[in-house]
C-alpha cells in the first residue's frame, strides 16, 4: 500500500511529464494578462494596427452601402436632401441607414422634416458604427468621421445625384468618401466637406481635409468600393485629379 506522500509524488511526477505545472500554468496567465493590459490600454480602443483596420472596413461598409443604393435607386445618393423650398433637410448617410444595419431607426424617422427636428433628434443622437473612426476619440457622440467632398464636379453635385456612367474619369480614380479627423459633423446633419473650402493636402495644418488620428496619412474611399490609406506627402496636383469625376486628369499609379 502507498502512503499519502507517495501518491503525491507520483501525482506530481504525472504532471510534470505531462508538460505544465498548476503553478507554471498560472504564471502564464499572469504574464498573458500583463501583456493584454499593455496591448489594450485603459479607455482606449485597440492597438492602431486594429484601429485603422475597424477604420478601413468601415469605409468599406459604407462603399458598400452606396453601391447597393445605387442598385436600387439608379444613382448614388444626395450630399443631402431638400424640402420643398430647397432647404437642406438631412445628410447622405441618413439615405444609406437600411444598406449599414440600421434598417429599424431609418423605419421611425420623419424623413419630411429636418433631421434635428424635435422627433428626429432624439432618435439620431446615437454613434452609428459605421459612421465613426475608433481612433478619434475626441469625436463626441453622433459625430462621424467619414465626409462626402461636394462640388458639381465631384461625386457628390449637391443637391443632384450621381450615376456611375456620370463617372467618364474611371470610379477607380475618383475619390469618394474622406475619413476627416474631428470633424465636428452629426452623421445626419446635411454638411461635408466642400471641394472649395477643403484643405487640398492630406492632414493639413490648418483648415478643414483630409485627415486621421493616424500617422502618415488618412484612409479615403473611392468610387468603385476600394479603400486606400493616403500619405501625407501625397502630390496636391494627384490629389486634385481625383476629386474630379470628369475632368479628364491622368492618374499616376505610382504616386
Known sequence: MLDDTQRRKIAESRILRRGLSTRDVLIAVVIVAILVA?????????????????CKNNLKHIGLALHNYHDNYDSFPPAYVVDENDRPLYSWRVLILPFVDQAPLYGKLHLDEPWNSPHNRPLLDVDIPAFRCPSDKETAKGMTNYLAVVGPETMWPAPDTCRFKDVTDGASNTLHVVEVANSGIHWAEPRDLHVTQMAREVNPSAGMGMSSR????????????????IADDSPVEQLRA????????????DD
Open 38 to 54: 499593455l496591448l489594450y490600454p485603459f479607455g482606449g480602443h485597440g492597438p492602431e494596427p486594429s484601429r485603422r483596420s475597424t
Open 214 to 229: 493616424y500617422t502618415g496619412g488618412t484612409h479615403v474611399l473611392f468610387g468603385d468600393g476600394r479603400v486606400q490609406f
Open 242 to 253: 481625383m476629386l474630379t469625376r470628369a475632368g479628364g486628369e491622368v492618374i499616376d499609379d
